[in-house]
């Protein structure tokens, strides 16, 4: 099976690929490697999928729609995982823009090159952030979503309505993944846990918004990967309507949203102490107000995953925190 997997030098799709390379798939990676973070990280991360033979890549833009078109009729893939976007709730209120090209453009162009070449299942990356405002925990995919706090997630609220309404005029059989705060080895340097780990490690002062006091359902990157691998042959079939409990299923289209997440929320002021723990090492926290765009706790229901593929993730945020710092300690060579 052929699978083409764009933002396959980022955090997630580095994981997703070296999996399926090792599951014998075929797949052809697109990313543009930009400089959102440290590109030397997504050069390491691409120099090990090279290694596979069962591994292609273009380096290039999704927003180069000649480009798209020409790789997707030259791999010829029955499946596409969408991946790469503009990512960061942060980054958005500085540079919005980026967010517009990235993953409006950017997502309509896969969406229109799956389309002409007839995909059997399109996967894409949302988010929890599109939950946005929610006050009902846990998060289920059929809660209404119409309060997004950052453009952020505003885009990837629009991929989703984008989608489904692709998929209801071409009946391309499409899934949006909600992936809830996903950390591990090969994370990104942009995110909490890289960004502690490296202050705490320098000594430098921490930045902890809203004083501490939110909750993620931090998840780890194998069980992420994992979920995404039993998703590929569940594409949504409108035959399915009623099968499963509170099913996100389109009434009208082959499409589905799914939530993948752990299910357990931390306390943001617990999953620092396990870095300290770990580090042998105390943080300096510098207290913050809540960031702009930014929302105090997420909390998937990851029960329709489950019951569509037996999802069941299985790693507690004490052993992932320690995988990530083994990792981060043989990478930075500490
Ligand atoms: N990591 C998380 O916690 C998380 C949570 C929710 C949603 N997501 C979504 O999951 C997906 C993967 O996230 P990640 O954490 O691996 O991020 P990442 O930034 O590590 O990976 C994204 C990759 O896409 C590439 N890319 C970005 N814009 C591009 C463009 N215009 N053209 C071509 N390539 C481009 C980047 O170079 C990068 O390698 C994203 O869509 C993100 O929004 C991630």
Avoid: C
Avoid at 99 to 108: A, E, P, R
Avoid at 316 to 330: A, C, H, R, S, V
């Amino acid at each position: 099976m052929k699978i083409l997997i764009t933002g396959s030098s980022g955090f997630i799709g580095f994981h997703l690929s070296k999996l399926l390379l090792e599951r014998g798939y075929k797949v052809h990676g697109y990313d543009s490697m930009n400089n959102y973070y440290d590109v030397t990280l997504k050069k390491a991360r691409l120099g090990i999928l090279k290694k596979y033979k069962n591994f292609s890549f273009s380096k290039n833009k999704l927003e180069d729609k000649k480009n798209v078109d020409k790789i997707f009729n030259k791999f010829n893939p029955s499946i596409v995982i969408h991946l790469a976007a503009q990512a960061g709730v942060r980054y958005s209120i500085e540079n919005p823009r980026v967010y517009l090209d990235s993953n409006i453009t950017g997502t309509y162009n896969i969406i229109e090159a799956s389309h002409k070449i007839k995909v059997k299942h399109l996967i894409m990356a949302s988010s929890s952030s599109v939950y946005g405002s929610n006050k009902k925990i846990p998060f289920k995919e059929t809660d209404k979503t119409e309060t997004q706090l950052s453009i952020y997630a505003a885009t990837k609220k629009s991929n989703e309505s984008m989608a489904h309404a692709y998929s209801n005029i071409w009946k391309i059989p499409i899934t949006m993944l909600r992936f809830f705060t996903v950390y591990g080895p090969w994370g990104r340097p942009d995110m909490a846990l890289f960004k502690f780990t490296k202050g705490i490690q320098n000594n430098k002062k921490i930045d902890v918004y809203n004083k501490g006091r939110m909750y993620r359902d931090f998840t780890y990157i194998d069980d992420i990967v994992n979920g995404i691998h039993l998703i590929i042959k569940k594409a949504p079939n409108p035959k399915q309507l009623g099968k499963f409990k509170d099913d996100s299923l389109s009434h009208v289209a082959p499409f589905r949203i799914l939530n993948i997440g752990n299910t357990k929320k931390v306390y943001l002021l617990n999953f620092i102490k396990q870095i300290e723990t770990e580090l042998g090492k105390k943080a300096k926290k510098k207290f913050l107000n809540l960031q702009k765009g930014d929302v105090k706790q997420t909390l998937s229901n990851s029960n329709l995953l489950k019951s569509i593929t037996g999802y069941n993730p299985t790693t507690n945020y004490k052993i992932g925190i320690k995988k990530f710092l083994e990792w981060y300690k043989n990478y930075y060579k500490l």
